[in-house]
């Protein structure tokens, strides 16, 4: 809040009517001012422009010539081409003559030099190739000569292993059944050793065993397979059988499977 709010009416009508003084003064003083300026300025002014000399008259000056009507454009001409001049071929001299023709054949005898090199060089290259191939192909026939030597020299080396294998298992089966046919002979021997014949056996009747063994040679079982119609004869032989044991075998075990199941025929009078 300002002063002003709590001034008194009378204080507010004393202010405003200094201020109106205030505004009335300086009003009154700006116009005696100019009042009295107005007063003092005309005697100088008139004062000044009394002492100046008056100017000469100004002369009229005369009017300008009339400008002259501008002239139309000429055309332009065209430029016509020019003619080129034809320049005429001086005559060489016999000089110059002789020595293009000399430059010329020189020319051509390069040209044919290394035609016929080039000629040369591929004829020589074609022979060059075509003797490459031709021992190639020699080559390839000579390898695959000796390739089929080879296969049959390996047949034939085949040939006469599997001939010479088969042999030898001739052989050894050979041998394998000479060995057990005297091996069966020895056991059939030792059994007749065995056998008590019956009294008064009439004929030559003939009595077949089934004989099983075991490694050792011990007897397994026994089985009549075909009687001689004498069942003494036969009890006889089956005795005997039992008695002999162990029957002889063969010193190679790899031979007992050819042992273990037997076949064995007897008869009174062995032939």
Excluded: C
């Amino acid at each position: 809040m300002t002063a002003s709010a709590y001034a008194t009416d009378t204080e507010k009508a004393i202010s405003g009517a200094l201020a109106l003084l205030m505004h009335a003064l300086f009003v009154a003083l700006l116009v005696f001012g100019v009042t009295w300026q107005r007063r003092e300025q005309p005697a100088m002014v008139v004062d000044l422009w009394n002492n100046l000399p008056q100017p000469p008259a100004p002369k009229a000056a005369p009017p300008p010539p009339p400008k002259p009507a501008p002239e139309p454009p000429k055309p332009v001409p065209k430029a016509e081409p020019k003619p080129v001049p034809k320049v005429e071929p001086k005559p060489a001299p016999k000089a110059d003559i002789a020595l293009k023709e000399k430059k010329e054949k020189e020319r051509i005898a390069r040209e044919q030099a290394l035609a016929e090199k080039k000629e040369k060089e591929r004829i020589a290259r074609e022979k060059a190739l075509a003797e490459k191939k031709k021992r190639e192909e020699q080559a390839r026939i000579e390898a695959a000569k000796q390739q089929q030597a080879k296969e049959a020299e390996e047949k034939r080396l085949a040939r006469e292993q599997e001939e010479a294998l088969k042999k030898l298992a001739a052989q050894q089966a050979a041998a394998r059944e000479k060995l057990r046919s005297e091996y069966i002979e020895k056991i059939r021997g030792k059994i007749r050793r065995y056998i008590v014949e019956p009294p008064n056996l009439q004929g030559n009747p003939e009595v077949e065993f089934d004989v099983v063994l075991l490694p050792g040679g011990e007897v397994l079982g026994v089985k009549l397979k075909k009687g001689s119609s004498l069942a003494a004869y036969d009890n006889a032989v089956e005795r005997a059988i039992l008695k002999a044991q162990p029957l002889p075998l063969p010193p190679d075990p790899a031979m007992f499977k050819e042992f273990r199941e037997l076949n064995l025929k007897f008869r009174p009078k062995e032939e």
